[in-house]
């Protein structure tokens, strides 16, 4: 499975607030590795990071190229917002940095945008939400992404966003029952805004999802989050 045999090897990284996860894809799209994960440093500053990537990087084969989902704005391979990790990722060129440092051609994109495109069916609008460190969302239209959508830092209940109802701080302080509920609140007021053909919901803390779901909300693998690597080279 190497460039020899003509095989363009992609190397998947998702940068999470609490791990930093590797996967090897072929061309398909498909893992040609087991998952690799190592805890996100504290403090999340950019060399730290970087030099984790690097490191579950040499646990992988040969690869060629790099993608790499961030919890945060992007744009052009520019950081410009990590809520989760560190201010010094404002305005940061995580895709010329990294690429310096394993000489390989990387794209960035927000990882719940990567995580939308390991999931969707590109038919229709499809909303993807990612529960973990971070509230993450992701739009489409028929598979057309409409990028850094952001909506975990706007209002939803109470004088609080979507993230602070929801990601894992509120999990670990109101517990699963109390999450589960205003889950169940934040679907309907979703499908009220965006009519939605289809909503998946992923991210690390997706599988305490307990409530009876619409029969147009899925729950996807989180997984889903390094496979969407292989679609930042289709062009
Ligand atoms: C960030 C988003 C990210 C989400 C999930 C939020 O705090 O602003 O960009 O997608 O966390 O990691």
């Known amino acids: 499975m190497t460039i020899e045999n003509g095989l363009i090897l992609t190397l998947s990284v998702d940068i999470g607030g609490s791990g930093i996860k590797v996967m090897l ?8 590795t087991k998952r690799a994960r190592a805890e996100t440093p504290r403090p999340a500053k950019t060399e730290v990071i970087i030099n984790t990537i690097v490191t579950l990087a040499a646990t992988q084969e040969e690869f060629h190229r790099i993608s790499v989902g961030f919890p945060g704005v992007v744009r052009s391979g520019v950081t410009e917002t990590a809520v989760n990790l560190d201010p010094e990722w404002i305005g940061f060129d ?5 690429s310096e440092r394993l000489n390989k051609p990387v ?12 999931a969707i069916s590109s038919k229709g609008v499809e909303l993807v939400i990612t529960l973990g460190t971070g509230f993450g969302s992701a739009l489409f239209m028929d598979g057309k992404l409409v990028p850094n959508l952001e909506m975990g830092h706007h209002q ?3 004088e609080e966003t979507y993230e602070e109802q929801l990601g894992r701080a509120a999990l670990e302080k109101q517990g699963e029952k109390k999450w589960n509920r205003r889950l169940e609140k934040a679907i309907a007021s979703l499908q009220h805004l965006f ?15 307990k409530i009876e779901l619409p029969p147009n909300v899925k729950i996807i693998p989180n997984v889903a989050g390094l496979l969407g690597g292989i679609t930042l080279w289709r062009d």
């Open 107 to 118: 794209r960035v994109i927000n990882d719940a945008d990567m995580q939308g495109l390991g």
């Open 156 to 158: 939803f209940r109470k």
């Open 195 to 209: 009519n939605y053909d289809y909503l998946y919901i992923g991210g690390g803390e997706a599988e305490k999802v």
């Open 94 to 98: 995580l895709a010329t940095a990294l």
């Open 25 to 32: 894809l072929d061309p398909q799209g498909n893992p040609l």
